[in-house]
């Protein structure tokens, strides 16, 4: 949620040896999102969907290229509406997607329960005055993260390694509260579902932690249910929510898989 493509390191550095390991080629291209201005899930999908387009335009492609797109946690809605975009207008010059992962997220929000209570607390992402419950999430918030004490207890619970944490606690300290806030606010009012079923015919690949208590079950059970096509939905992985950061050897493994098997695209 902090958007700043920190955290993704020890998993880009595993996929990398894997790369040079089979001698396969591979490019790993995370797109940080930016803290102003501020923007809600729409403006991020338009966002990211213009740096994919850039990278894909000053990249060299090769005769037969593949083409993935994941998305873990917060950006998983945005990861699927871009490839519901760009894979449903391959006829006005977009580089068609080979792939899409899903790791530890949703396309609606994940906590349904909680939304009438927290809807009251939390304005609209998509209201442009500042509010009081805003002005009000956004204070508690800039509290929390000055904490430096509960930050580090925070970053003990959530990753197994230091070098984690410390990435975990230098990503929150260039993050401003008020993104998160709008971040937070997001999750509770997305819904992308009639993306993810203009998916159907790419692979998806579904990857969930054994220990998830931020996306339950439920959450990611609605993705296999919404999505029709070629659904690649492998056990659990031993891990917390953040799957990719504190188990970058088993879930590169299983993505490296993935991606070998996906067939071959012409550019």
């Known amino acids: 949620m902090d958007g700043t493509s920190l955290l993704f390191e020890p998993f880009t550095q595993q996929m990398m040896e ?23 899930y729409s403006e991020l999908e338009l966002y990211s969907r213009r740096k994919i387009k850039e990278i894909l335009d000053n990249y060299h492609m090769e005769e037969e290229t593949n083409v993935v797109i994941l998305g873990e946690s917060f950006s998983g809605p945005i990861a699927t509406s871009i490839t ?11 580089f068609p997607i080979s ?12 906590r349904p329960v909680l939304s009438f209570p927290f809807r009251f607390i939390f304005s609209s992402p998509n209201s442009n005055n500042q509010s009081f419950k805003t002005n009000l999430m956004d ?33 929150m300290k260039i993050t401003p509260p008020e993104v998160i806030g709008l971040r937070l606010r997001n999750v509770l009012y997305v819904n992308r579902i ?26 990611q059970q ?3 249910e919404v999505f029709e096509g070629n659904c690649n939905c492998p056990p659990p992985i031993v891990g917390s929510h953040f799957l990719l950061q504190n188990n970058p050897e088993e879930t590169s493994e299983v993505i490296w898989k993935f991606v070998q098997n996906l067939p071959k695209v012409k550019s």
């Open 18 to 40: 894997k790369s040079k390991q089979f001698n396969h080629p591979l490019h790993i291209y995370p797109i940080p999102y930016p803290n102003q201005p501020l923007m809600n």
């Open 84 to 94: 519901s975009m760009m894979n449903n207008e391959r006829e006005g010059g977009e």
């Open 99 to 110: 792939g899409l992962i899903l790791c530890c997220t949703f396309v609606a929000n994940p």
């Open 139 to 171: 204070s508690l918030i800039r509290i929390l993260f000055q904490q430096e004490w509960l930050m580090k207890i925070i970053s003990k619970l959530m990753f197994h390694s230091e070098k984690q944490r410390n990435l975990f606690l230098r990503a």
């Open 194 to 219: 009639e993306e993810l079923r203009k998916c159907n015919n790419i692979p998806l690949l579904i990857l969930r932690a054994r220990n998830d208590w931020i996306v339950p079950n439920s959450a």
């Open 222 to 224: 609605l993705l296999e």
